[in-house]
């Protein structure tokens, strides 16, 4: 092995030109030979999928229809020596197949399955002539190996954006603002409050208060186990916020460990509205919101009054 | 940049329309107190919902009006400002303390109306223990 390989890089070194022009000969040569035996490769490695008991989501007919396509798609890169379809399609197959609850290690079990089959078909093919054969397996190798590595790749990427989607998600679902009346939302907060979550509790709850035109803001935070001098300063943060939009936030549900805790590590909450419950917070609120209405009331019993 | 102050009954309405540089925002605050006096406005309202950036001096120069226009007679109240800018002022520790703020203009008005409305029911009930 080791003399092939010098023996290699010695032709390489010596004559770049030549090598290059024979390798693509060579890659021509095989691309010839692939697409001639298409139908028979094909199927055996379908075959070979089957027994080593890949993809057993899909169905045999699911596994050729890709075996096809991934096929010529694989010819097609080894001729043309371009990724962008075969990046193209490991994407789109990567889409089908991830809802289908396919793994990665069936994926790259698959594209090196493929590999297999064509080398060796190659064996067979050129088994009386090793120094061609070498040959012909150093220009497919090289190829080969990239072409399993954009696969595989393709597949990671679709599966880590899925993954992305998802926490994005999940983080929307985990700060839902409501509204409960005109002008009066609530944002119950359940869970662990990391500095980003904070961050982007507070980002939303802003938006919200834009959007519902806000006056009063009830934040539950019933659902927090523990809190540190962090969450306590980005809640001070977000009261003051809300504040600079014209909204009244109202705190309800501290827990005892959690009143106790801010005050022996001596977060100053004295800016802040605080009430025992959820219940209490939203009476409490409502009866801002009617403050807020009844001057104007008052004083239009009491205009006639004067001008009479 | 000039800012513009309407009137609009016995309210100032100043709204600020661009990025302002320090001098101009020393020229809004000088004109809008000059103007409270002149034109015995009970209400300011400085509508910022144009401004996507606000510095520590713009926040001061801001709270300087409020306290100003209350010396000379007039409520003042900030509008328009925007979630992101709220952020970013939060995160600065430039809260604008003692100074009312409020969603938009609309609900500015509104806030003024009250706040003059109040001071009205104040005043009044001792008219008739005056007559009396």
């Known amino acids: ?308 | 940049m000039e800012v513009p102050i309407l009137r609009q009954g016995q309210y100032l309405i100043a709204s600020i329309q661009s990025a302002l540089t320090d001098a101009d925002l020393s020229h809004l605050r000088e004109a809008l107190i000059a103007q409270v006096g002149r034109s015995r406005c009970r209400g300011v309202i400085v509508d910022v919902t144009a401004l996507d950036v606000m510095d520590s001096f713009a926040v001061r120069t801001l709270r300087d009006i409020a306290h100003m226009a209350r010396l000379r007679g007039a409520e003042t109240v900030i509008v328009g400002i925007q979630p992101d800018v709220a952020f970013a002022m939060v995160q600065l520790g430039l809260t604008l303390k003692g100074v009312a703020t409020v969603l938009d203009l609309e609900e500015g008005l509104a806030f003024l109306t009250r706040r003059t409305e109040e001071r009205l029911v104040e005043t009044k009930p001792r008219r008739p223990s005056g007559r009396g």
Not at chain 1, 141 to 170: K, L, S
Not at chain 1, 197 to 211: D, F, K, M
């Open chain 1, 1 to 308: 092995m080791d003399t092939k390989k010098s023996m290699s890089v010695s032709t390489r070194t010596s004559d770049p030109q030549a090598l290059s022009e024979s390798s693509a000969g060579l890659l021509r040569e095989l691309v010839a030979h692939l697409r001639q035996n298409r139908t028979q490769l094909r199927e055996e490695w379908a075959r070979r999928i089957t027994r080593a008991e890949l993809l057993t989501a899909m169905t045999e007919e699911e596994i050729f229809a890709e075996a096809t396509a991934v096929y010529d798609n694989y010819v097609e890169a080894l001729e043309t020596g371009t990724f962008e379809a075969l990046q193209a399609y490991s994407r789109r197959l990567s889409e089908r197949i991830i809802p289908r609850g396919v793994e990665t290690d069936e994926v790259v079990g698959i594209v090196l399955l493929l590999r297999d089959v064509l080398a060796r078909s190659l064996f067979t093919k050129y088994q009386d002539n090793v120094e061609k054969l070498n040959r012909i397996l150093d220009s497919y190798e090289p190829a080969a190996n990239r072409i399993a590595n954009t696969v595989a790749v393709g597949f990671v990427e679709e599966r880590e954006r899925i993954i992305r989607q998802q926490q994005e998600a999940i983080r929307e679902l985990s700060t839902p603002v409501l509204q409960v009346r005109e002008r009066l939302l609530i944002l119950p907060i359940i869970g662990v409050i990391d500095p980003q979550r904070a961050r982007q509790l507070t980002e939303q709850l802003l938006r919200a208060i834009r959007a519902n035109r806000a006056k009063v803001v009830v934040i539950d935070v019933t659902g927090v186990a523990a809190m540190d001098s962090g969450v306590a300063n980005h809640l001070v943060q977000t009261v003051e916020a809300s504040r600079l939009l014209g909204a009244t936030v109202i705190v309800t549900g501290l827990s005892p460990e959690i009143a106790q805790t801010l005050v022996t590590i001596g977060v100053d909450l004295s800016e802040m509205a605080t009430v025992g419950d959820l219940q209490g917070g939203i009476e409490e609120a409502e009866r801002l919101l009617a403050d807020r209405a009844a001057p104007t009331t008052q004083v239009r019993e009491i205009a006639p009054e004067s001008t009479r």
